[in-house]
T-cell receptor, first 114, second 111 residues
Framework: DSGVTQTPKHLITATGQRVTLRCSPR?????VYWYQQSLDQGLQFLIQ???????AKGNILERFSAQQFPDLHSELNLSSLELGDSALYFC?????????????FGNGTRLTVT | DAKTTQPTSMDCAEGRAANLPCNHS???????VYWYRQIHSQGPQYIIH???NNETNEMASLIITEDRKSSTLILPHATLRDTAVYYC????????????FGTGTSLTVIP
């Protein structure tokens, strides 16, 4: 158990809808990362927050947004969903931002868009 | 980011050591080498990381060559539960994300 909690585990929704994925980082971790993994694809970095502030953006679509709250949990909002958004979405956390701080991943949310 | 090159797949007999190689010939002096594994759609699991020196923990050993252009992850006694995709990642010491996953090595432990 990595200590990173993601909810829900599974989500099925229709095209055009909006969903929110939630992540609780490990106790004491200030940095949160979001990744997307489509079928047979590698892990694609979406966005990173550190202590409530956005620190880096990857290949995140404009339809997607995220935030990190004062209690350090994070939410990833996906809107105007398309079939191609079906994927595993992983959250990871680390103590700091330094390169020597390992990321610890949750077990993901599996999103299915029908 | 320094890119990494790993074999697409490898087999290992159960109980034997699994040696997973990784080339990172363009690595810079402040970039760490990380290893993760992913077991069938679960979240990636942190294994080990290092900068210059060899490292060992309860899961594995990491051997980094003196020129830092390659490394080897060693699972000393592979079990069937070690069957997974193993990712070698080079991470730079700057703000923001420095964690880019490649395609990894699919390790199959054979009974």
């Amino acid at each position: 158990d990595s200590g990173v909690t993601q909810t829900p585990k599974h989500l099925i929704t229709a095209t055009g809808q909006r969903v929110t994925l939630r992540c609780s980082p490990r106790s004491g971790d200030l940095s949160v990362y979001w990744y997307q993994q489509s079928l047979d694809q590698g892990l694609q970095f979406l966005i990173q927050y550190y202590n409530g502030e956005e620190r880096a953006k990857g290949n995140i679509l404009e339809r997607f947004s995220a935030q990190q709250f004062p209690d350090l949990h994070s939410e990833l909002n996906l809107s105007s969903l398309e079939l191609g958004d079906s994927a595993l979405y992983f959250c990871a956390s680390s103590v700091g931002q330094g390169a020597g701080s390992p990321l610890h991943f949750g077990n993901g949310t599996r999103l299915t868009v029908t | 980011d320094a890119k990494t090159t790993q074999p697409t797949s490898m087999d290992c007999a159960e109980g034997r050591a699994a040696n997973l190689p990784c080339n990172h010939s363009t690595i810079s002096g402040n970039e760490y080498v990380y290893w993760y594994r992913q077991i069938h759609s679960q979240g990636p699991q942190y294994i080990i990381h290092g900068l210059k020196n060899n490292e060992t923990n309860e899961m594995a050993s990491l051997i980094i060559t003196e020129d830092r252009k390659s490394s080897t992850l060693i699972l000393p006694h592979a079990t069937l539960r070690d069957t997974a995709v193993y990712y070698c990642i080079v991470r730079v010491a700057i703000n923001g994300n420095q964690f880019y996953f490649g395609t990894g090595t699919s390790l199959t432990v054979i009974p």
